[in-house]
Nanobody
């Protein structure tokens, strides 16, 4: 199983940008489609974006489409989330996980990393 470590979060003003990274251990990273999820206080964890194993295909939640970009570097075992035009409602802890590309992007790994906190001030 791949272990995941998220980083890159922080405090940003509304309209600003952040780039999140998710570093994965193990040699099987490129075997998985990957996704980003987020969880705000008092809310369920929700899907944000996904990228196919090769990186050729991406998919976004409607709430972030046009503002966020997911990418990956299989040589570095890392998946990224570029977040632009951030809004206060984007504030959450962001997590990455492998996803079932043909199964509504359900997370595959039962254990999650520690996540990275994104705070957006208005």
């Amino acid at each position: 199983q791949v272990q995941l470590v998220e980083s890159g979060g922080g405090l940003v003003q509304a309209g600003g940008s952040l780039r999140l990274s998710c570093a994965a251990s193990g040699r099987t990273f490129s075997s998985y489609a990957m996704g980003w999820f987020r969880q705000a206080p008092g809310k369920e964890r929700e899907f944000v974006a996904a990228i196919s194993r090769s990186g050729s295909s991406t998919y976004y939640a409607d709430s972030v489409k046009g503002r966020f970009t997911i990418s990956r570097d299989n040589a570095k075992n890392t998946v990224y989330l570029q977040m632009n035009s951030l809004k206060p409602e984007d504030a959450a802890v962001y997590y990455c996980n492998a996803v079932d590309w043909f199964g509504s992007f359900r997370p595959i790994f039962g254990s999650w990393g520690q996540g990275t906190q994104v705070t957006v001030s208005s």
